[in-house]
Antibody, heavy 118, light 108 residues
């Protein structure tokens, strides 16, 4: 059974940093690209970033480029999202869905809440 | 354009059919996938690669596409189908993903 478990969320001040993690299990981790998708309170879904199976290729939404860094450790089946220079508009639930073979997001975790506020 | 536009809300009588649309230039080049989200829960994939259902998704859900518009149809809507629905695809450059604005479905 595919399982994705996000962690690391919390309250951080504007300008601060936070590191999210996502632990994956139930599939051959290194064979799949992964992504981060966020949802601000009461708002829609927003794609944040994706990483290839090997970790050699990443892409970012313009809203986070230069501030967020997506990495993976295939030996530990873990993803990390390093978030720097956080802004109030980064407040959201962050999900780490798997990118399926047909370029969709086929499995999702329950998400972790990031709140940026003073 | 990198946007995917959906109607904000639709309603459907119990047992009737409802179609949700998603419009965007990138849909001329890339398939759409569709996600159902209920309050307080993570999204669930219901349709991928235009008209394929993951295991466990009822066959009342179907997808289609024409030109710059993708559609999700629920045939014989049930009370448990209430929720928010989002389309997703690549943007026009193919380098990024983009989600639709979302449609709230109410079953009357």
């Amino acid at each position: 059974e595919v399982q994705l478990l996000e962690s690391g969320g919390g309250l951080v001040q504007p300008g601060g940093s936070l590191r999210l993690s996502c632990a994956a299990s139930g599939f051959t981790f290194s064979r799949y690209a992964m992504s981060w998708v966020r949802q601000a309170p009461g708002k829609g879904l927003e794609w944040v970033s994706s990483i290839s199976g090997s970790g050699s290729s990443t892409s970012y939404a313009d809203s986070v480029k230069g501030r967020f860094t997506f990495s993976r450790d295939n030996s530990k089946n873990t993803l990390h999202l390093q978030m720097n220079s956080l802004r109030a508009e980064d407040t959201a639930v962050y999900y780490c869905p798997r990118v399926g073979p047909q370029d969709d997001f086929d499995y999702w975790g329950q998400g972790t809440l990031v709140t940026v506020s003073s | 354009s990198s946007e995917l536009t959906q109607d904000p809300a639709v309603s459907v009588a119990l047992g009737q059919t409802v179609r949700i649309t998603c419009q965007g230039d990138s849909l001329r080049s890339y398939y759409a996938s569709w996600y159902q989200q209920k309050p307080g829960q993570a999204p669930v994939l219901v349709i991928y690669a235009k008209n394929n259902r993951p295991s466990g998704i009822p066959d009342r859900f179907s997808g289609s596409s024409s030109g710059n518009t993708a559609s999700l149809t629920i045939t014989g809507a049930q009370a448990e189908d209430e929720g928010d629905y989002y389309c997703n695809s690549r943007d026009s450059s193919g380098n990024h993903y983009v989600f639709g604005t979302g449609t709230k479905v109410t079953v009357l």
